[in-house]
């Protein structure tokens, strides 16, 4: 069953670059496997399995001493920042037995996010980390949540968040409305970088905003374009673009590129982050004194708190067998099913033929 699994070869965020200062060792669980993070004195960033090479303790309960080497909690084994042991205390003339070093992750930092690879090493040049060019541009005021932890499998929230039909009644009141889950979808493919995509794009003219949108972006009436994008196993992609009624493309428009980060911990468990990105000095019409940006990262955690909740229940059903159980595809759910086809195919590329395809039952509604 598709949300119990995760895809190792893939690359995942795990966190910010302003999350990672120097010398502060933080311990991760990235697609099952213990991942030290340490940012080095020369800013590099460096990805290690967690586990002393001498009896597993994790290094990230260690310290990084005077000289810049990281002293492991337990019996002292000392290592530098490329993960070689440089010091046994226990025997400080004998040799360094060979074994004692730490295997490194793949890891990229790009466009202020840090990526690691958990998977085969030899096989992560088939993708390349998503871009996320606002993150790290002046001409955005950024804010992230911060990780959230999410008792969940990860597809759970991709399929979420390409899922706008359940604004209402999941958000009703806030960002969402029943008028809102009827716009049309369409849905588009491809592939960038060696990532699947999956994108919907939804367009409304004329459209009444709710109570939330009418307060970051001040127009109460808009023609809205929408977009949700599964760029990557890691990374969803939302843009949103509102104005006046036939001015969508002229200085009148404004919207934002929100950043979703999902990064499996195990079968059942994700880190969710959501970064959002507003042109740096728009300010909000709810609070006149504070930007767009600050203001919807004041206003979206009761969103997020929503959404956190429903995954949370939704996972819970699935302790249950099947016996007879199918889920029901609607038409607004086309997007959805496509994300778990390209798990399926991801998955299958991975471990072998023996995970069970992607659901294809017809099923009323749906085409
Ligand atoms: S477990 Fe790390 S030094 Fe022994
Ligand atoms: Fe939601």
Not at 66 to 77: F, I, K, M, R
Not at 143 to 148: H, K, L, N, T, V
Request: charged share 25%; hydrophobic share 35%.
């Amino acid at each position: 069953m598709i949300p119990r699994h995760y895809i190792r070869n893939a690359w995942y965020v795990a966190g910010l670059s302003e999350e990672f200062a120097v010398d502060d060792l933080q311990g991760h669980t990235i697609a099952g496997r213990p991942v030290l993070l340490w940012r080095s004195r020369d800013g590099a960033i460096g990805a290690f399995d967690n586990r002393c090479a001498h009896k597993r303790m994790p290094l990230s309960e260690g310290r990084v001493l005077d000289d810049g080497t990281l002293e492991c909690a337990y019996h002292g084994l000392c290592y530098d920042p490329r993960g070689a042991c440089v010091a046994v205390p226990s025997h400080p003339d004998g040799p360094i037995p060979e074994q004692a070093k730490l295997r490194p992750f793949p890891v990229i930092e790009q466009d202020g996010v840090v990526w690691v690879w958990p998977g085969d090493p030899e096989r992560r040049h088939e993708s390349r980390p998503p871009r996320t060019p606002e993150v790290a541009d002046d001409g955005y005021e950024s804010i992230s949540s911060g990780p959230m932890q999410v008792p969940a499998n990860y597809l759970l929230l991709i399929e979420n968040l390409l899922d706008i039909s359940h604004f209402y009644p999941l958000h009703d009141g806030n960002i969402g409305d029943a008028a809102n889950s009827r716009i049309p979808v369409k849905l588009e493919e491809g592939e960038v970088d060696g990532n699947r995509y999956v994108r919907t794009t939804r367009e409304v003219e004329s459209y009444e905003q709710p109570p939330f949108l009418a307060d970051w972006f001040g127009y109460d009436i808009v023609d809205r374009h929408h977009t949700h994008c599964m760029v990557s196993p890691g990374l969803t992609r939302v843009q949103m673009r509102v104005a006046p009624p036939g001015q969508l493309g002229t200085e009148a428009e404004r919207g934002y590129v929100l950043l979703h980060t999902h990064t499996p911990v195990d079968g059942t468990n994700h880190v969710w982050r959501w970064c959002v990105n507003f042109k740096a000095g728009l300010m909000s019409r709810g609070d006149p004194d504070v930007s767009a940006a600050r203001r919807f990262a004041e206003m979206f955690p009761s969103v997020a708190a929503e959404d956190l909740w429903a995954l949370e229940k939704q996972q819970q059903m699935f302790d249950f067998p099947d016996e007879g159980y199918a889920e029901v595809y609607l038409r607004p759910d086309k997007a959805l099913r496509r994300a778990r086809q390209v798990f399926s195919a991801l998955l299958r590329k991975e471990r072998g033929p023996a995970v069970a395809p992607a659901p294809q039952v017809a099923a009323a509604g749906a085409d």
